[in-house]
């Protein structure tokens, strides 16, 4: 089969996926999925290095290993200060958390300069991955990342816990 009509297969089912899923949900789960976002996207914003996007997109859910329609926040950059002991991502889940948002500790994996973790409120799942390489030597008051990276996704799925 041609390259072409392989990839027009791929996006044809990706389109059939994305109607089918869109009808599962509740407005009120998928409003709360885009809120979540515009609120990570804020925050992603006060921190001035990092430049970033958010987009409606397929997200990932590496627990079931399922993709579901959601909408999803990039971001990358240099410099990026080591604040009150919290990177930008700690920061995010702290304010996420203090707004009624549950972590799902069964999503959580933790590596030498990396983490993912995920929060659910109610229906709506958002989960983190975030990777990041510190200037040498580390020093807890002066640490800089060379190189941070985030990924972020927001979903509504068929349950609340």
Known sequence: MPLSALLATAFLNTLIYIADNDQTHGTESTDLAKTACKEIAALANEFSELKTSKFDGAVHDGKTGLDYVGC?????????????????????????????????????????????????????????????????????????ARSYKFEAGCFATDDSG
């Not at 889940?93 to 500790?105: A, L, T």
């Open 72 to 144: 999803r926040m990039v971001g990358a950059g240099a410099g990026i200060d080591y604040r009150d002991d919290k990177w930008p991502h700690d920061i995010l889940r702290m304010r996420m958390m203090s707004d009624n948002w549950q972590e799902d500790i069964s999503r959580a994996a933790d590596g030498a300069g990396s983490t993912a973790f995920a929060l659910r409120k109610g229906a709506v799942l958002c989960v983190f991955s975030a990777s990041w390489i510190i200037t040498e030597p580390f020093e807890p008051d002066a640490a800089e």
